[in-house]
């Protein structure tokens, strides 16, 4: 987690290096293009040579910018999809996460060809497209992001801004979940010529020709799912908002304009005024989220079934690399709404089965597998109560 307006005015060296040198390391597995090809060391060796480490200054000046469309953030700066076997391409290695309208940036570093920006954002830090962000002053851009007073945060799984012929930059944009936008002024009640009196006027940012920060005032309609602040902390919220993404294509890393996991799980919680980190462990280790409890490799079956009993609507179950949110107890079954790839279950012949959910599902939580010998139950390592 960042918080960007606790970060210093000038970065040293050193500081940029280590936000970059965690991320844009050389692989250590074998990858493969969407061919079936196997990814050359010279290939990997030139997207290390693009992150340009020999340009970062000995000292800069700390820099902001608010990102104008939904974009992805990248380990390299380079889209080139890469996956780690022949024949699974939904899961692109390369694939970080993603960025949504409004989210306030600290911009560290570009890339060899200034096409890309190594940024910072409140919850994770990749390479993202340098047309994604229109730079500010620090002032503008924490301004805006942080505006408490006279905005609206979308509720919804997303919203659509009104079709607008005089100002295509604001006309028909998306926004997801959690996104906040301030509100604006309607000169005489009109904006882009339409009477604002059925939308609420919000301000957008874009990205001028110099790649500066500017705002415009666009219509977000009342019939959109939107609220002047977060919605309540309460477990009914909670898994009504989890529904609202109910069927969605799992999307690795936020790809496919979808999300994975841990990101559905943010956003479910942003939208009730809570910010997750962004990855599964991370949010599973949080030492800032202790209503939790741990279970290491000696932990009995039993006790792993006792915990899973007295689990609660919107608590979190973490396994290596996945997390669920529970929806509550039916019969004596545990019942989870999680975003998914993948899912195995036995037959009455104990043979393993695929079931390839691909998105947001709702699922009894004992029977999924690991394999033939393993379930959910016993490969849990965490249950997170918020707060």
Same mark, same amino acid.
């Given at each position: 987690?960042?918080?960007?307006?606790?970060?210093?005015?000038?970065?040293?060296?050193?500081?940029?290096?280590?936000?970059?040198?965690?991320?844009?390391?050389?692989?250590?597995?074998?990858?493969?293009?969407?061919?079936?090809?196997?990814?050359?060391?010279?290939?990997?060796?030139?997207?290390?040579?693009?992150?340009?480490?020999?340009?970062?200054?000995?000292?800069?000046?700390?820099?902001?910018?608010?990102?104008?469309?939904?974009?992805?953030?990248?380990?390299?700066?380079?889209?080139?999809?890469?996956?780690?076997?022949?024949?699974?391409?939904?899961?692109?290695?390369?694939?970080?996460?993603?960025?949504?309208?409004?989210?306030?940036?600290?911009?560290?570093?570009?890339?060899?060809?200034?096409?890309?920006?190594?940024?910072?954002?409140?919850?994770? &830090?990749?390479?993202?497209?340098?047309?994604?962000? &229109?730079? =500010?002053?620090?002032?503008?851009?924490? =301004?805006?992001?942080?505006?408490?007073?006279?905005?609206?945060?979308?509720?919804?799984?997303?919203?659509?801004?009104?079709?607008?012929?005089?100002?295509?930059?604001?006309?028909?944009?998306?926004?997801?979940?959690?996104?906040?936008?301030?509100?604006?002024?309607?000169?005489?009640?009109?904006?882009?010529?339409?009477?604002?009196?059925?939308?609420?006027?919000?301000?957008?940012?874009?990205?001028?020709?110099?790649?500066?920060? &500017?705002?415009?005032?666009?219509?977000?309609?009342?019939?959109?799912?939107?609220?002047?602040?977060?919605?309540?902390?309460?477990?009914?919220?909670?898994?009504?908002?989890?529904?609202?993404?109910?069927?969605?294509?799992?999307?690795?890393?936020?790809?496919?304009?979808?999300?994975?996991?841990?990101?559905?799980?943010?956003?479910?919680?942003?939208?009730?005024?809570?910010?997750?980190?962004?990855?599964?462990?991370?949010?599973?280790?949080?030492?800032?989220?202790?209503?939790?409890?741990?279970?290491?490799?000696?932990?009995?079956?039993?006790?792993?079934?006792?915990?899973?009993?007295?689990?609660?609507?919107?608590?979190?179950?973490?396994?290596?690399?996945?997390?669920?949110?529970?929806?509550?107890?039916?019969?004596?079954?545990?019942?989870?709404?999680?975003?998914?790839?993948?899912?195995?279950?036995?037959?009455?012949?104990?043979?393993?089965?695929?079931?390839?959910?691909?998105?947001?599902?709702?699922?009894?939580?004992?029977?999924?597998?690991?394999?033939?010998?393993?379930?959910?139950?016993?490969?849990?390592?965490?249950?997170?109560?918020?707060?």
């Amino acid at each position: 987690m960042h918080l960007l307006a606790a970060l210093p005015l000038q970065w040293p060296r050193e500081l940029v290096a280590g936000w970059i040198e965690p991320l844009s390391k050389t692989p250590s597995r074998t990858l493969y293009f969407t061919d079936g090809t196997q990814v050359p060391e010279a290939w990997i060796a030139e997207r290390q040579s693009a992150v340009a480490r020999n340009a970062i200054p000995a000292t800069q000046p700390a820099r902001f910018g608010l990102i104008v469309r939904r974009a992805s953030l990248r380990t390299f700066p380079d889209s080139t999809r890469v996956f780690g076997d022949t024949e699974d391409h939904d899961i692109d290695r390369f694939q970080e996460s993603a960025l949504f309208v409004g989210t306030p940036v600290a911009i560290a570093h570009h890339s060899r060809d200034g096409r890309w920006l190594f940024v910072l954002a409140p919850n994770y &830090a990749a390479w993202i497209e340098a047309d994604a962000v &229109a730079e =500010g002053t620090r002032e503008q851009v924490l =301004g805006y992001a942080y505006n408490q007073k006279s905005s609206r945060i979308i509720s919804g799984a997303r919203a659509q801004l009104v079709y607008t012929p005089e100002e295509p930059r604001v006309s028909r944009v998306e926004l997801e979940m959690g996104t906040r936008l301030p509100l604006s002024v309607a000169v005489n009640g009109v904006v882009n010529g339409q009477n604002a009196y059925t939308s609420w006027p919000v301000l957008l940012p874009l990205r001028d020709p110099n790649g500066k920060l &500017a705002l415009r005032t666009a219509l977000l309609p009342k019939t959109a799912d939107s609220a002047a602040a977060p919605l309540p902390f309460t477990r009914a919220n909670l898994l009504r908002q989890a529904f609202k993404f109910l069927g969605e294509r799992y999307g690795w890393g936020h790809d496919y304009d979808g999300r994975d996991c841990s990101g559905f799980v943010s956003e479910v919680y942003r939208s009730v005024g809570v910010e997750l980190p962004r990855n599964t462990g991370d949010q599973s280790r949080s030492p800032v989220l202790t209503n939790r409890t741990d279970f290491g490799p000696k932990a009995s079956r039993a006790t792993r079934e006792r915990a899973l009993a007295r689990t609660r609507p919107g608590d979190l179950l973490f396994i290596p690399g996945h997390l669920m949110m529970v929806i509550g107890h039916v019969d004596g079954k545990l019942y989870v709404i999680h975003d998914i790839e993948g899912g195995s279950w036995l037959d009455a012949k104990g043979e393993l089965h695929r079931m390839h959910l691909n998105g947001v599902s709702v699922t009894p939580f004992a029977p999924l597998r690991f394999d033939e010998a393993t379930d959910f139950t016993d490969r849990l390592v965490s249950i997170l109560r918020i707060p």
